[in-house]
């Protein structure tokens, strides 16, 4: 059992970590391409929203500047939040159990890495999307090679666990950070769809939005899709469904089932998704919805350490964790 849960802390940490690398890279992406179009005064907005995005405190002599803020959130390993350092420990998270993964997926865990660790802001400054693109698409190529060469056992469904509990929970302090008066009301005009915009691009979700609603961006539909919509990999609802079902598969496989307070916490985050209506929801305190949304997440990791993991891992990853 030990070994068991030591598998499990690494390949579920492994996946938060690469998907964490994987938004991070896209806010900060977005950010930088849409500075041309935004004003001064709403571009100095877009980074302190970007931090609250990300649930990061810059450092106070942090100049509020393109290349110094894509250096802290793309090279800086000393504070934390950086994609340097979400790879770092993603890809140690993935060395632990590489005889456990398949060689595809370490050697692209281990690719994506060296991809980072040998870049630098002097080198990408000038064409920094290209990097932040290579991140993202590095990471969904992990995934896909994940689902293509893994068999569906219990290591597969806590990196699928892994994965949705870290996006559940990112996509909803992106929605909380862009819950404020100058969005809903006070920006106007081309502020305010731009900021919309943003948003939903940095849920890849512009397109599929538009698909279900229209290319006008209003704030009551852009926070219904991002947050309820159940068939677009990006909402909090389907990544509450794929939390659910993978909780669901790994209680099965270890007869763990009954009267299981995990899967019970999963589904009540679930129907809440499910059963809302966004005017109800924006009626009654949407920030105050998402904080419970992030709430029910945070339960649910702690549960699956409790259940799953409870194993005190004596070395230098945990102090990263």
């Not at 990471?139 to 994940?146: D, M, R």
């Not at 699928?160 to 106007?188: C, F, K, M, P, W």
Request: charged share 20%.
């Amino acid at each position: 059992m030990a070994m068991l849960s030591r598998v499990a802390d690494h390949l579920y940490w492994m996946s938060r970590y690469l998907e964490r690398a994987q938004h991070t890279a896209r806010l900060l992406d977005v950010a930088l391409d849409m500075i041309p179009d935004r004003s001064p005064a709403a571009v100095a907005r877009s980074w302190e929203t970007l931090f609250a995005s990300l649930n990061v405190t810059p450092p106070e002599d942090l100049p509020r500047k393109p290349r110094h803020i894509t250096n802290f959130l793309a090279f800086d390993e000393e504070n934390g939040p950086s994609i340097a350092h979400h790879m770092t420990v993603a890809r140690e998270n993935a060395r632990q159990v590489r005889e456990l993964i398949s060689s595809e997926m370490w050697e692209q865990v281990n690719r994506l890495y060296l991809d980072v660790q040998t870049t630098n802001i002097n080198r990408i400054w000038g064409q920094s999307s290209e990097f932040l693109s290579s991140v993202k698409q590095g990471a969904h190529l992990f995934q896909g090679i994940t689902d293509s060469t893994m068999n569906r056992g219990e290591g597969w469904h806590f990196i699928q666990l892994g994965q949705y509990t870290e996006r559940a929970g990112n996509v909803a302090a992106l929605l909380n950070a862009h819950i404020d008066d100058q969005l809903a009301s006070t920006q106007q005009g081309a502020d305010q769809y731009l900021e919309l915009l943003g948003l939903l691009r940095s849920c890849t979700a512009f397109e599929a939005y538009c698909k279900v609603y229209s290319a006008e961006l209003h704030f009551e539909e852009v926070a219904e899709f991002l947050l309820l919509n159940d068939t677009f990999p990006f909402s909090v609802n389907f990544a509450a469904s794929q939390m659910r079902a993978g909780l669901e598969s790994i209680a099965d496989l270890t007869d763990t089932r009954r009267n299981n307070l995990l899967i019970r916490r999963a589904g009540r985050l679930k129907a809440m998704l499910d059963y809302e209506q966004i005017d109800e929801l924006i009626a009654g305190g949407l920030r105050r919805h998402l904080d419970t949304v992030q709430s029910l997440s945070a339960q649910i990791h702690s549960g699956v350490h409790d259940n799953y993991i409870a194993y005190s891992v004596e070395d230098k990853l945990t102090t990263l964790v």
